[in-house]
């Protein structure tokens, strides 16, 4: 990654994470020990090629170290020039304004989609307050939203949605109704199901900027077409009106990853 961006590293903004005891030989337990920041972030730069890091995020919400320490450190960073802005990702509202209180929190990655609008209740009027963005992961609902995915299709390991409880026979059946609404409303907008999923989301807040995941170049035109495309206020009312009706089943992470998501 450091060497195709660095021909072009002051046209683009470079976002990264720390938080996960990778270095240690510990990928899935949490850490953000301060030592370990200032690992993480060294370890960045010099793979990126780069002395500074645009966006640092804390992969998740360490509750053995005080969120205060941790704002601390980061904003230590900034100081020294090494990090440009920081940002939480799965932060509870409690958690993202005694971050804020220390350094200020530029975004918040959260899950966030219209198989998962959970955020909505949780942090957006905290996010509108402190004027901080939200960067939505899996904003296509793991695929769902774009079609691809078929009632009757079935996932194995490490296909990630095998172990979650939204993509079970039973609740993948029952969730298609979600499909469904998505291609009504992307043929009466003329675009794909991938880019109404996004326009739905860039239409809500300004805000809001979603990273869809993908390996294919084709994908990312596509994806990049949703940002020709708007709903009016009435089509959003219009659309939550028609969401109404559906209720999806099954939950979005496994109990693992669960219990690492800040409450």
């Given at each position: 990654m450091g060497k195709a961006l660095k021909p072009v590293r002051d046209k683009v903004k470079i976002?990264?994470?720390?938080?996960?005891?990778?270095?240690?030989?510990?990928?899935?337990?949490?850490?953000?020990?301060?030592?370990?920041?200032?690992?993480?972030?060294?370890?960045?730069?010099?793979?990126?090629?780069?002395?500074?890091?645009?966006?640092?995020?804390?992969?998740?919400?360490?509750?053995?170290?005080?969120?205060?320490?941790?704002?601390?450190?980061?904003?230590?960073?900034?100081?020294?020039?090494?990090?440009?802005?920081?940002?939480?990702?799965?932060?509870?509202?409690?958690?993202?304004?005694?971050?804020?209180a220390v350094c200020p929190v530029s975004a918040v990655q959260s899950e966030y989609s219209l198989i998962w609008r959970e955020?909505?209740?949780?942090?957006?009027?905290?996010?509108?307050?402190?004027?901080?963005?939200?960067?939505?992961?899996?904003?296509l609902g793991r695929a769902l939203l774009t079609g691809a995915i078929k009632a009757h299709d079935r996932f194995k390991k490490p296909d990630r949605r095998a172990t979650l409880p939204m993509f079970t026979p039973k609740a993948l059946k029952h969730n298609m109704q979600i499909v469904d609404l998505v291609e009504k409303w992307a043929k009466r907008k003329n675009v794909t199901p991938a880019q109404f999923a996004l326009v739905w989301m860039l239409s809500e807040q300004p805000w809001i900027v979603p990273i869809p995941g993908t390996t294919s170049i084709k994908h990312l035109d596509e994806f990049l077409g949703a940002?020709?495309?708007?709903?009016?206020?009435?089509?959003?009312?219009?659309?939550?009106?028609?969401?109404?009706?559906?209720?999806?089943?099954?939950?979005?992470?496994?109990?693992?990853?669960?219990?690492?998501?800040?409450?």
């Open positions: 976002a990264t994470k720390f938080g996960f005891g990778v270095e240690e030989g510990q990928p899935t337990t949490l850490n953000s020990e301060p030592s370990h920041i200032r690992r993480a972030v060294e370890g960045s730069l010099k793979r990126l090629q780069t002395d500074h890091i645009d966006l640092l995020y804390q992969h998740r919400v360490d509750p053995k170290i005080p969120m205060e320490e941790v704002a601390g450190t980061v904003k230590d960073l900034i100081r020294e020039g090494k990090v440009l802005h920081f940002g939480l990702s799965e932060a509870s509202a409690k958690s993202i304004r005694r971050a804020h955020p909505e209740t949780k942090i957006f009027s905290t996010l509108e307050e402190l004027g901080i963005g939200l960067v939505p992961y899996c904003p940002m020709r495309v708007r709903l009016s206020t009435d089509e959003l009312q219009a659309f939550e009106k028609d969401y109404a009706k559906i209720h999806l089943m099954g939950h979005r992470a496994d109990e693992f990853t669960e219990s690492q998501i800040d409450k």
